[in-house]
């Protein structure tokens, strides 16, 4: 019940589906999840060098562990640090990529954790490694630029509201960048996935880029050759768990760009009444086009059979 949603919660009132994998398949079971990727937060933000690369690692291996656990059913996200450098960025990559990993996830704004912006050439390596592997490359939204994570616990009436609708907002900067930047167009090979975002901002910000493209682009000097919408339909992905906007926009966004989510175990989650929700949200779409957004773009994408 919504009512009963409060900002601090006990490890102990926890759902245990959230780390053990019996819990968790059974409430898959319950709303009618066949497979579930998993995005977390991790420990990549630790400062202390030996510390980071530790809990990383032991975070990704229990990823790998939730996978045979669940018989391929939980699929992990692993975590790569970047505020070490992106020698060890590459590091973590390479050893994941060993043991199987789908996809992987860094920091959206890696000036948050003192790493330079993802337009710095220094990334590259990372660019080249990524398009190599062919593994997705996932940001997870982070919340509204400008304004701290500890802000959502600001008694302030109205800051907690903004925050939270605000967090998908940033992402487009981050999208522009990975455009704009011609990361896409040099390796048109990478793909990527910005998670938690909704889909129903995408045609509006598409048409804002191209525009800027269209107008901007000799002056600027822009490094791309083709319309930015080019490199978005081609290699990029969003998240999303309820947005009827997007959803009736859903050719523009990219129907082959956009994975529905149910955000278990969150608060913004549809558990246990997933099914419900997307028969509300795709009332009115053809059922092949329900599928690619439902679950066959995410099992395409992730390899999940």
Known sequence: DYKDYTPRVAYKEMRPGSWDPKARLADMDQDGIRADVLYGGGPSRFDEPELRAYCTRRYNDWLFELEEASDGRLVGISILPINGGVEETLAELERVA?????????????????????SDPVWEPLWNALEEAAIPLSFHIQGPRGMQAARLFDPTPGVREAFISLSPMGISELVAQLVFCGICQRHPGFT??????????????????????????????????????????????????????????????????????????????????????????????????????????????????
Not at 98 to 116: C, E, L, Y
Not at 225 to 254: C, M, N
Not at 287 to 294: A, G, H, N, Q, S
């Open 98 to 118: 060993k043991k199987g990993a789908r996809g992987v996830q860094v920091d959206a704004f890696p000036d948050t954790v003192g790493a330079p912006h993802y």
């Open 192 to 305: 990527f996935v910005v998670v938690e975002t909704g889909i129903g901002w995408i045609p509006y910000y598409l048409d804002r880029m191209d525009s800027t493209f269209k107008k901007h682009r000799f002056w600027t000097k822009s490094v791309i050759t083709e319309p930015p919408s080019t490199y978005w339909y081609r290699q990029g992905h969003a998240t999303f768990i309820e947005d009827r906007p997007g959803v009736k926009l859903r050719h523009e966004a990219g129907l082959e760009n956009i994975l529905w989510s149910s955000d278990y175990p969150h608060s913004d989650t549809t558990w246990p009444r997933s099914r419900e929700a997307v028969a509300e949200q795709f009332a009115d779409v053809p059922p092949r086009e329900r599928d690619l957004i439902v679950w066959r773009n995410a099992a395409r994408l992730y390899r999940i059979e």
